[in-house]
């Protein structure tokens, strides 16, 4: 619903509410195509869990052990390395879900990638590794302060279970 406003006004699909999409995107696409693009999504996600884990916790102690810093400095500092790391893990996997997602058929019903795989062989010839970075500046900004929330929540949400014994 949201790539919608995004389509030439000829494609666009004037989706009335979300209920209206699955009733039309189920008729005219069948039921498989709810799930277009899953596989990839998954496989972002779990790079962004991969670059946010593995990161925050040699931050913090880049941070409070080498630095010095306080705790509050310290998550917030480590959290937003974290943060970085997310979005550099997970925006080649981002890119190629998008296209995957927003790939409509020719005139002659044939898409232009066969698979995730397809797709990242495609855009690795046609322009090299920085070309799944397209981006990454706003990408970044939009996904840092999220993992940033999450490990600051995190962290104070261990401080109150410890405050009452938990």
Known sequence: MQADAT???AQRRHYKNAFHALY???GDEGVLALWKGAGPTVVRAMALNMGMLASYDQAVEFFK???GLTEATTVVGASAV???FAAACSLPFDYVK????KMQPDAS???AYSGSLDCFVKTFKA???FKFYTGFPVYCVRIAPHVMMTWIF???IQKFEKSIGL
């Open 109 to 111: 019903g044939k898409y």
């Open 154 to 156: 995190l962290n104070q």
């Open 7 to 9: 389509l030439p006004a």
């Open 127 to 129: 322009g090299g590794p």
């Open 65 to 67: 052990d080498t630095m």
């Open 82 to 84: 974290s943060g970085f």
């Open 98 to 101: 998008t296209q995957i997602q």
């Open 24 to 26: 039309r995107i189920t």
